[in-house]
């Protein structure tokens, strides 16, 4: 390395190694031996509209309990596509489905246009981070990460040096003679995480992955791993119930709430145009106010009625809710209220503080004023607006929300 240049960041230096060799092999007899005629070109630039894995009508029960499904999903070759959904909502169990570890008790899974259902775990061209790290507690960190590639035949010389960039791209090249108990669990899902990159599967799934970790190294890691999945075209589907993860690192976001699927969408349409009030809840901030629609294109609410966005169509009637995001609003003087209300919390966040609203009928709305407004009172009593086409109506009645 020149050393009068400037010398990068450590850690972009580590993954540039990594990026390197995992380039340099990616034709590879060992790996195109294991791909699909489709996949050794979508390996280097994936066309945007192949399919890398169908999931269709998959559904399982257990016993008489249905926790899946019928669930219907095409995931894109190349993309990162987060499964987001709270604890219960079925991710784990899609997520072993797909990867071969539950039988389904219904449906079809095609990966790279062939049908893998009946196929094992093993047979699948799969690599899986899980919860709980499963690493191999009487090896090594260096032979936990190297034992993909043993099983795979690589050459003694090229597991080495992939283990130990691997391991590097983790920030874990310190720690390769360690046993998985001498570790902290932050690095042991960073051994896990090497274990499933080191062997440079088209198709990886993540399961919940990074919520071990600490909130900087989590960080760090996200922009790792959509970093790598940038430069190795990798299908990536990650698992989480933290929604702020799957709006960071997610060019689509697949929202599940008990068994089903409630959105499926980019990020920026999920939280934009969240399509129910489950989704619109879920994601980000959301304050909901409920009400009907009445005759003149308003919402009847507890706290008045409130003007509804252009273009909604729904029935007079209907119960319906607005959803407005908390940055839309902003404290105003009485007489142009939309609504008002009394200060209950504030909090402070640095760059912004959040006020929590009480409303007369009890409803809480949260208010973001950026640092620099003035400061607000608790108890104060206080006006609010919004721009009328900021807001959203969504149908709230019961036969809607889940669909
Ligand atoms: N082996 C099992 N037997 C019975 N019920 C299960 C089993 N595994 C998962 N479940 C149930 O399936 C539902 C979905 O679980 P899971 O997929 O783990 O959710 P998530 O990962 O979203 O938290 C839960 O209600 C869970 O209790
Ligand atoms: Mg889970």
């Not at 990020?267 to 994601?283: G, K, L």
Request: glycine letters at 8%; a neutral charge.
């Amino acid at each position: 390395m020149d050393a009068i240049r400037a010398a990068p960041p450590l850690r972009s230096r580590r993954s540039d190694v990594f990026r390197m060799l995992w380039r340099s092999s990616r034709n590879a007899q060992d790996t195109a031996s294991r791909l699909a005629p489709s996949d050794q070109t979508s390996a280097s630039a994936p066309a945007a509209s192949t399919v890398k894995l169908h999931v269709r009508g998959i559904s399982k029960a257990y016993g008489e309990a249905t926790v899946l499904g019928p669930i219907e999903l095409k995931v894109v070759a190349g993309e990162l596509l987060a499964v987001l959904g709270p604890s219960g909502s079925g991710k784990t169990t899609l997520l072993q489905i797909i990867c071969g570890l539950v039988e389904p008790s219904g449906g079809q899974l095609i990966i790279d246009g062939r049908d893998e259902t009946d196929n094992s775990a093993d047979k699948r061209d799969i690599g899986v981070v899980f919860q709980n790290y499963a690493l191999f507690p009487h090896l090594t960190v260096r032979e936990n990460v190297a034992f993909p590639l043993q099983m795979r035949r690589v050459p003694a010389a090229e597991i080495k040096s992939r283990a130990d960039a691997t391991l590097a791209m983790v920030g874990l090249s310190d720690f390769a003679n360690r046993f998985p108990r001498e570790l902290s669990g932050g690095q042991q899902q960073r051994v896990a995480l090497a274990r499933c990159f080191v062997y440079r599967p088209s198709l990886i799934l993540m399961d919940e992955s990074l919520s071990a970790l600490d909130k900087k190294l989590r960080e760090d890691m996200r922009i790792e791993i959509k970093r790598l999945h940038r430069e190795t075209g990798a299908t990536i589907i990650f698992v989480t119930h933290d929604q702020e993860e799957a709006l960071a690192l997610a060019d689509r976001i697949c929202l599940m709430n008990e068994g089903r699927i409630e959105q499926l969408g980019t990020p920026q349409d999920i939280y934009e145009r969240p399509a129910n009030t489950f989704v619109a809840d879920f994601i980000g901030a959301s304050n909901l106010i409920h009400g009907s629609i009445a005759a003149n294109g308003r919402l009847e609410t507890r706290d008045g009625i409130l003007p509804l966005p252009d273009g909604c169509d729904m029935q007079p009637g209907r119960p319906a809710a607005l959803v407005v995001r908390p940055e839309k609003l902003v404290l105003c003087g009485g007489d142009d209220a939309l609504l008002s209300g009394r200060v209950q919390e504030s909090i402070y966040a640095g760059s912004e503080t959040r006020l929590l609203v009480r409303l007369a009928s009890g409803t809480a709305i949260t208010v973001r004023r950026t640092a620099g407004l003035p400061p607000v009172e608790i108890d104060e009593n206080v006006f609010i607006r919004w721009e009328r086409n900021q807001a959203r109506v969504l149908d709230s009645s019961p036969s809607i929300s889940g669909a």
